[in-house]
């Protein structure tokens, strides 16, 4: 399927779904040049990079 979106599709980056399929994204990528993306955590990193400088550190809600 992967390969499907890249050649017949001309995909630049492909998404595999979330939750567990993200596991399958970071076995895929090797195979391949074009980015295979596990949403999850490139959502987390782009998260991350949002908030700013040293506020890197989360604390737990009170309950």
């Known amino acids: ?14 998404i595999i ?3 567990p399929l993200g596991q ?3 076995q895929l990528q090797p ?3 074009t980015p295979i993306i596990a949403p999850i955590p490139c959502a987390m990193e782009r ?4 908030l700013p400088a040293g506020s890197g550190t989360l604390s737990p809600v009170p309950a």
């Open 1 to 14: 399927m992967v390969r499907e979106c890249i050649e017949l599709d001309g995909a630049e980056a492909v």
């Open 24 to 26: 399958a994204a970071e």
């Open 47 to 50: 998260v991350l990079g949002l």
């Open 31 to 33: 195979m391949f040049d």
């Open 17 to 19: 779904g979330g939750g």
